[in-house]
């Protein structure tokens, strides 16, 4: 799924307003009408409501939702916040329609509050919508920074007021927090990106009816992997394959005290439809692997019983992935060294050989093309030094997948799937219960065995992350967020490949 800007949201809905075509008045209420269906659904008519509205057109959706919320016998109150004489056409023709019905407070200055609400209200917040164009000082700042002392739950009208679309917010900006958000369309990319989390909550997307043929045309370079885009990447295994087809697999993982990390990866990799799974490990790691895995194949290198290092000719195999739990031990960094020189085929590189890749930045020009990096934020730091905020995060993995020639996996909440194209996909599966040790060495398991299985490296970090979530997501319904661990997640995937195939 596409991704827009405020900007090229602007330029769609006057598209949509002239070729469906619609009155832009009409365009407000289909989009009041969609929040008004879901808030129904969402909070029940005992509990009061009021409603924020600015002077723009977000403003305008609030006070037709004041209607319709109205009409569906919700106690509703309604405060314009006037900064200005003459509000948006349409904002101008919702006051008076909902004026006809029921009286609007006019809040003009600091003085007015605080306003009296009810210990139990439901809070609607349309003061500003995406045509915020300044940080929000003076006035409205203090409105804003009311509505939060309440603590009432607080839904924002298509976007938290104060927060930016698409551009970052400065560190003492005044925003909404809501506890959800209902966007019109598309969800803003502000919501996937994990230093807004308190300026979004909950986001849900309504269809207004933005023109299909527009959508379609309108470039961009942002994406969201849904089930449905997840899905159509998924390729049949048909009957008359054989373990050959399925690619072998390489793991190069682990070090004294890590093996774990090892097993996780290789039992991820087996279980994302590898056919013929190996790992190279040191010998401490011997039995412990023989013994948790007995499909996996396993190779010790290295006369240090502890760590891996000097790999054997490793060309016999369609993926390798290196890093879980490898250590730094310079003698496992020249193996490493040794292997992105001779490696032709993409590889997967996650944990410490992303460490031991920014500590040998050289390695990088003759990285195989289109290998995919599996960083947290604090890894891609060390790879590209410190960014600033997730905006900058984001341009610097544009500019460093389009120089290598590869993929970054930003792993986070949204995990970014970051391509050498200049394309950034958002993950949508995935939940908090993931955070822990293992999660990571698992998605390296699941890359490689879509590497295997002959997907491109795009598809399988796109796949493979979606996958990666949805099994997380399966693993909390069955043991709790708190209690899951990544063998959990690792023992869903099956079911997380089936649900996907039947989405
Ligand atoms: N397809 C859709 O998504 C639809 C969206 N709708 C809704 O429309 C808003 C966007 O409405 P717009 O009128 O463009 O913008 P806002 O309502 O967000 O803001 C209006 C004006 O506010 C002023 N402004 C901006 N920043 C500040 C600030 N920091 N402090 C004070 N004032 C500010 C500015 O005017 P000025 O004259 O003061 O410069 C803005 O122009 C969208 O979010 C949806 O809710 C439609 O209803 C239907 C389709
Ligand atoms: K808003």
Redesign the pocket.
């Known amino acids: 799924m596409k991704l827009f800007t405020a900007e090229q949201?602007r330029a769609?809905?006057r598209y949509t307003i002239e070729h469906e075509p619609i009155a832009s008045i009409d365009?407000?209420e289909r989009?009041a009408q969609a929040f008004t269906d879901w808030f129904v659904q969402h909070y029940p008519a005992s509990r009061p409501v009021a409603i924020f509205c600015?002077m723009?057109?977000?403003?305008?959706?609030g006070l037709a939702i004041a209607r319709l919320l109205q009409a569906q016998r919700y106690t509703v109150q309604c405060f314009v916040m006037k900064?200005?004489a003459q509000g948006?056409d349409d904002f101008e023709t919702n006051l008076q329609r909902l004026q006809e019905l029921t009286t609007v407070t006019l809040l003009e200055r600091a003085e007015q509050l605080p306003v009296a609400l009810p210990d139990d209200a439901l809070l609607i917040d349309a003061l500003?919508?995406?045509?915020?164009?300044?940080?929000?000082e003076g006035f409205?700042a203090q409105l804003i920074q009311f509505l939060n002392r309440t603590k009432l739950p607080t839904v924002a009208?298509?976007?938290a007021s104060g927060l930016f679309a698409d551009r970052p917010n400065g560190s003492g900006d005044v925003i909404v927090k809501p506890e959800a958000t209902f966007s019109?369309?598309f969800p803003k990319l502000a919501f996937l990106l994990p230093g807004n989390a308190q300026y979004v909550g909950e986001w849900y997307v309504g269809d207004?009816g933005?023109h299909p043929e527009v959508i379609q045309q309108t470039e961009t370079s942002w994406f969201y992997t849904d089930a449905a885009a997840a899905r159509a990447l998924l390729q049949p295994r048909t009957r008359f394959s054989h373990k050959g087809n399925f690619g072998r697999a390489l793991l190069i993982a682990g070090s004294y005290g890590k093996i774990g990390a090892a097993v996780l990866s290789a039992h991820a990799c087996l279980r994302a439809g590898a056919g013929l799974t190996s790992a190279l490990i040191p010998q401490c790691g011997y039995k412990i692997m023989q013994t948790a895995l007995p499909e996996v194949m396993v190779m010790t290198a290295g006369s240090n019983k502890k760590i891996v290092s000097d790999f054997p000719p490793l060309g016999a195999y369609d993926a390798i992935g290196v890093g879980p739990g490898l250590g730094k031990d310079f003698k496992t960094a020249k193996a490493l060294g040794g292997l992105i020189e001779k490696m032709i085929s993409p590889m997967v590189i996650d944990a410490d050989a992303i460490n031991l890749t920014a500590e040998n930045q050289a390695w990088l020009a003759k990285l195989p093309r289109q290998s995919i990096f599996t960083p947290h934020p604090k890894e891609f730091e060390r790879l590209v030094g410190p960014v600033a905020n997730d905006y900058e995060r984001l341009a610097r993995a544009k500019e460093f997948a389009q120089r290598y020639q590869c993929v970054i996996v930003l792993k986070g909440a949204y995990t970014a799937v970051v391509l050498w194209n200049g394309e950034v996909h958002f993950n949508t599966t995935g939940n908090p219960g993931m955070a822990k040790g293992g999660s990571g060495d698992a998605l390296t398991g699941i890359l490689t065995a879509l590497l295997a299985q002959e997907y491109d490296s795009a598809t399988a970090a796109k796949l493979g992350v979606y996958l990666h979530g949805a099994a997380g997501d399966l693993a909390a319904q069955h043991n709790g967020m708190i209690a899951m661990t990544a063998t959990d997640l690792i023992e869903q995937l099956g079911h997380a490949f089936e649900q996907l195939n039947h989405a």
């Open positions: 949201i769609l809905d365009l407000m989009a600015g723009g057109n977000n403003g305008g959706d900064l200005k948006s500003f919508g995406s045509g915020l164009d300044r940080p929000v409205p009208v298509d976007i019109f369309q207004i933005l």
